[in-house]
């Protein structure tokens, strides 16, 4: 399986380096089609943009963006462009037919920015008057690469605790303020923002349910394959994944500390505190069976629409990890660096960002603009979904220098960044929960593993 993953990846990374020398050669010397003589962008000719993004998902913002956008360019249409099927392999077909869209959608820079696909939007900031410290830039750190910022992020989002109300009240109702695992958020017997990882997983025991020998309802979904999740948690309770020697970056997994970690994790998994996702006994957190689950901010609308949830759930901050880690992340939209309309292209991403266009991008869901002023506006759009009152500052919770992104971020070798989540997933997290091994074996196992992302064969 690894190496089919490898295979494909290694043959996008292939079709984009084709693709430099496709653009190259199609595009070279075309200039940029949206100035005038004088460098200006031409308000009297018409120009179209190209938007893509994968089918199904972007949609509504990207027509929203099209709209505000036309209004101060009447001359400028913005075609979205909605890809089906394969996204990265459709994506990579296109830049080696020179044919690549102005802008698109993405979740990681890397495999772009590093074969010079994409625009350094650094030097734009300070072109169009723009201070980065007016918004989390926290949301940043997922386009950089090699001192450029690739990519415009599209939200701000947080890993939350999603709970389960009924599930809380039935367990929690009845008891004191002195005698639950947490402190209560005022009014209701609930955690409050800013409980600590003890009190979460003492809650997750108290949660944890059998019936006839077997579990009916568990405590927490940690979704420790996830790489926004399980990594974290773990290097932040004091485990080791990557190491580096002499400037090489290796693999330090299969030692003593990281053993008594997992055994705890594991001990919690077989105690009904946590779910174990590899053999889900009372179904996911959507089943209606588990007390708590780690998710971001656009889970509330799949909350909403689950028939066991629906009106029965709530969000409080992620658990404060002994190293105040909060695990994040982001997508955003990117630049083509051999877009034939470049400067207008640029222009309508910081359209985007900017106050009116983050206002339009509130009005079409429930994701949280990644402005600092609107975001803390207590009035602010995206607080009044859903309809009923939440605890909406849980999305907000903590120093944004806090904020941690994926662990795949945490490597400098471009074949481990694209190569990681899937080996964690797919290998490591297997090998923990599936009781085929003891811990010990699947520690040695997973080092094995692990070691492989450093391949692209």
Do not use: H
Request: glycine fraction near 10%.
């Amino acid at each position: 399986m690894f190496k089919r993953v490898a295979m494909v990846f290694l043959a996008i990374i292939m079709a984009l380096s084709i693709g430099i020398g496709g653009v190259a050669c199609n595009r070279g010397g075309l200039g940029d089609e949206s100035l005038d003589e004088e460098g200006n962008i031409d308000m009297n000719k018409p120009l179209v943009i190209r938007f893509a993004a994968p089918e199904g998902q972007f949609g509504d913002e990207i027509e929203m963006f099209a709209k505000g956008f036309k209004e101060l360019y009447p001359n400028v249409t913005i075609k979205y462009e909605p890809i089906a099927g394969s996204w990265t392999e459709k994506l990579a077909g296109q830049f080696a037919a020179g044919n690549a869209p102005d802008v698109f959608w993405t979740d990681e820079v890397q495999s772009y920015a590093s074969n010079g696909l994409l625009e350094d939007l650094n030097p734009y900031f300070e072109k169009y008057g723009v201070d980065k410290s007016d918004y989390y830039e926290s949301m940043f750190a997922l386009g950089e690469y090699e001192g450029g910022l690739y990519l415009m992020p599209r939200e701000y989002n947080k890993v939350v605790v999603y709970i389960n109300t009924q599930i809380f009240d039935t367990v929690f109702g009845s008891m004191s303020r002195d005698e639950l695992p947490f402190t209560p958020r005022e009014g209701t017997n609930y955690p409050a923002n800013g409980w600590t990882w003890d009190e979460f997983v003492e809650t997750a025991q108290m949660i944890a349910q059998k019936q006839d020998g077997n579990f009916v309802r568990r405590g927490a979904e940690i979704s420790f394959s996830w790489g926004s999740s399980g990594p974290i948690i773990f290097t932040s309770l004091g485990g080791t994944i990557r190491s580096e020697s002499n400037g090489q970056e290796g693999i330090d997994f299969n030692n003593s500390t990281n053993q008594a970690i997992l055994q705890e994790i594991v001990d919690l998994v077989e105690s009904g505190a946590f779910n174990n996702e590899i053999l889900p006994d009372v179904g996911d957190f959507f089943s209606g069976r588990i007390g708590m689950m780690f998710n971001s901010r656009p889970a509330t609308s799949t909350m909403e629409e689950a028939d066991a949830l629906s009106g029965k759930w709530d969000v409080v901050s992620f658990p404060t990890l002994p190293d105040g880690a909060i695990p994040t992340g982001a997508s955003g939209y990117v630049l083509n660096a051999q877009s034939k309309v470049k400067e207008l292209a640029a222009t309508l991403l910081f359209y985007i960002i900017s106050e009116e266009g983050q206002e339009l991008f509130m009005e079409t869901g429930n994701c949280i603009p990644i402005m600092r002023s609107l975001a803390e506006d207590e009035n602010a759009m995206w607080r009044q979904y859903p309809e009923r009152e939440i605890n909406q500052d849980a999305f907000l919770y903590g120093d944004d220098e806090d904020s941690v992104l994926p662990y795949k971020y945490e490597f400098d070798n471009l074949n481990a960044v694209k190569n990681f989540e899937s080996v964690w997933k797919g290998y490591v997290t297997p090998a923990l929960l599936n009781g085929d091994m003891g811990i010990a074996e699947a520690m040695e196992y997973s080092q094995s593993q692990l070691e492989t992302i450093f391949s692209n064969t």
